[in-house]
């Protein structure tokens, strides 16, 4: 029942930020995600030995998602400031892999939901449709493994997922998005079949990607923010990888 109510809610304020939010409320909430995704990497990164990330990697992801066009100014200066902090610890061999977290942590927590803001910028249809790749392919993939999962895509990382769920994922995600773009009016059927294929295997990678450092660090969820779900990482990990993917993927078909 938790899992569930959970998930209404997440619905309902997905909903309202994707298609009724003023453009400064969405922008806050873009930030938001950005914070809370990053305290759980650097929840992670402690998991593996490494420094937890901090205040320099999350003005570097602040600057990335309020002043894109300045991220190699701002950037830099925060990059120096790390580096100068993480001297001081006593272990120096915890230096170089701390400063190399805390930045990356900037650039996968928060650059996804500058693009967010991108897509919605040119259609609230595209944000949609970035998102709701994810969740139709998730459980596509899901019922899908449950009933005909015999090979094991990435046994290491997660066990569960297998190549018939992957490939379930990417055609519900197909027929989805050549219906949805269609009816939105953005682009041709080939153009929403890329995009579509593109932007699930981006998820997927995304997803494998998190479990991937939730099992090196020994941890089952990134967090406990959502009741029955885990942590605000585990819900949008795919989206992390397809929003970018979407984006770049679109203006290149535009161009076209």
């Known amino acids: 029942m938790k899992r569930l109510i959970t998930a209404i809610g997440l619905i309902v304020v997905a909903g309202?930020?994707?298609?009724?939010?003023?453009?400064?409320?969405?922008l806050g909430a873009a930030l938001l995600m950005g914070v809370l995704c990053y305290w759980e990497y650097s929840g992670l990164v402690a998991a593996h030995g490494i420094p937890r990330s901090g205040i320099f990697g999350l003005l570097a992801g602040v600057s990335l998602v309020f002043l894109p066009h300045q991220t190699l100014t701002i950037g830099s200066v925060l990059f120096v400031c790390a580096f100068l902090?993480?001297?001081?610890?006593?272990?120096?061999?915890?230096?170089?892999?701390?400063?190399?977290c805390e930045f990356l942590g900037a650039f996968y927590t928060f650059v996804?939901?500058?693009?967010?803001?991108d897509l919605r910028n040119e259609s609230r249809h595209l944000l949609f449709f970035a998102l709701a790749l994810n969740?139709?392919?998730?459980?596509?993939?899901y019922y899908a493994g449950r009933?005909?999962?015999?090979?094991?895509?990435?046994?290491?990382?997660?066990?569960n997922k297998s190549w018939e769920g992957a490939s379930a994922s990417i055609l519900a995600s197909l027929l989805f998005g050549i219906i949805y773009l269609h009816y939105a009016g953005l682009g041709t059927w080939w153009q929403a079949a890329i995009l579509a294929v593109l932007?699930?295997?981006?998820?997927?990678?995304?997803?494998?990607?998190?479990?991937?450092?939730?099992?090196?660090g020994g941890?089952?969820?990134s967090g406990t923010l959502l009741p029955g779900h885990g942590g605000m990482l585990d819900r949008?990990?795919?989206?992390?990888f397809t929003l970018p993917i979407v984006y770049v993927v679109h203006r290149i078909l535009s161009a076209t």
């Open 16 to 26: 309202y930020l994707i298609g009724w939010a003023p453009g400064p409320v969405f």
């Open 85 to 100: 902090t993480g001297l001081r610890l006593n272990n120096l061999r915890e230096v170089l892999p701390g400063v190399a």
């Open 112 to 117: 996804p939901w500058r693009f967010a803001a």
């Open 135 to 141: 969740w139709i392919g998730d459980s596509a993939a």
């Open 147 to 159: 009933a005909f999962g015999k090979h094991r895509m990435a046994p290491v990382i997660s066990p």
């Open 199 to 216: 932007g699930n295997i981006a998820g997927q990678l995304g997803d494998l990607a998190e479990s991937a450092v939730k099992r090196g």
């Open 219 to 221: 941890v089952k969820d």
């Open 236 to 240: 949008v990990d795919s989206s992390l």
